[in-house]
């Protein structure tokens, strides 16, 4: 696989308190296999589709609780400076640049609206290695209801060209590398529920939309928006048994022109 570029999303996990029952729920939902657990990295665990890493889950560090939810990782080639400039950005470094065996270095941050990431440093593991197909990682976007602190830090932080799109119902920006959107960045409305903290919103892919809905919500899911079919696919938003937020997208069912971007001056 080849190197990823600087704030490309290049991976995703999740703690959960029920490692099996997450194994269920998203091997029912997202075709996902899982390898075995790792004991000397916290029982990590590595989802495959096709025989293709797309995602891991890892339960709680004994005697911790913690609250189950996604979390998006950004490629960096130095993770130290990398945390320097999450911090000259008004970010704040939660866990600091750590060694992972010989398959990276990892960090976790929080950008100053509330909402938490992380950045990988790849070596033997760089990443996805299957991306914008059904049961694979496709899009993700920062859901903040401090845009312009938000807007700010991301520019600041990752080498990003943002655009706005052009459409007077909802704020939307995409952060380009290059000519190719990588992440988008929406303002929580009303829509959202009023005790949501901000947080990234990871997609996954899916071969139906609704039935993967159906499914979902069958398994204890909550839908909280959705599906709704797009230029960019049909897709809807959940929640996990476990209360974790996630959305999956069918990027073969699409309506509507693409929308138009500006840049960002």
């Known amino acids: 696989m080849a190197v990823q570029a600087e704030g490309t999303p290049c991976w995703a996990d999740a703690m959960f308190t029920d490692l099996e029952g997450a194994k269920a729920f998203y091997g029912d939902v997202l ?22 890493a797309v995602a891991a889950i890892v339960p709680p560090m004994p005697g911790e609780q913690g609250t189950s939810a996604w979390v998006l990782y950004l490629a960096s080639p130095d993770a130290a400076a990398t945390a320097a400039r999450i911090r000259a950005a008004g970010g704040e470094i939660l866990m600091e640049p750590m060694k992972v065996g010989d398959f990276g270095t990892m960090l976790i941050a929080k950008e100053p609206s509330g909402a938490v990431f992380g950045v990988w440093q790849g070596d033997r593991h760089e990443g996805f290695e299957k991306v ?15 845009v312009a602190a938000s807007d700010a830090f991301l520019s600041a932080a990752f080498p990003y ?25 929406m303002e929580m409305g009303s829509d959202f529920p009023a005790g949501l903290p901000p947080f990234f919103c990871v997609y996954f892919g899916v071969d139906d939309c609704d039935a993967a809905v159906a499914k979902a919500t069958e398994l204890g899911a909550t839908l909280r928006f959705g599906p709704m079919t797009s230029p960019f696919g049909r897709f809807a938003a959940l929640t996990d048994p476990q209360n974790a937020s996630f959305a999956v997208i069918d990027m073969g069912r699409t309506e509507g022109a693409m929308p138009e971007l500006t840049d960002v001056s």
């Not at 657990?37 to 916290?42: K, N, P, T």
């Not at 059904?134 to 976007?141: F, K, L, R």
């Not at 060209?161 to 960045?185: C, F, N, S, W």
């Open 31 to 52: 075709g996902w296999t899982f390898g075995e657990s790792a004991s000397e990295f916290g029982n990590y665990t590595q989802a495959y589709r096709d025989g293709k």
């Open 132 to 146: 914008g197909e059904p049961g694979a990682y496709a899009w993700a976007e920062l859901c903040t209801r401090d």
């Open 161 to 185: 060209r943002a655009r706005k799109m052009a459409d007077e119902h909802i704020d939307y920006r995409t952060y380009d590398i290059g000519q190719d959107p990588v992440l988008g960045r």
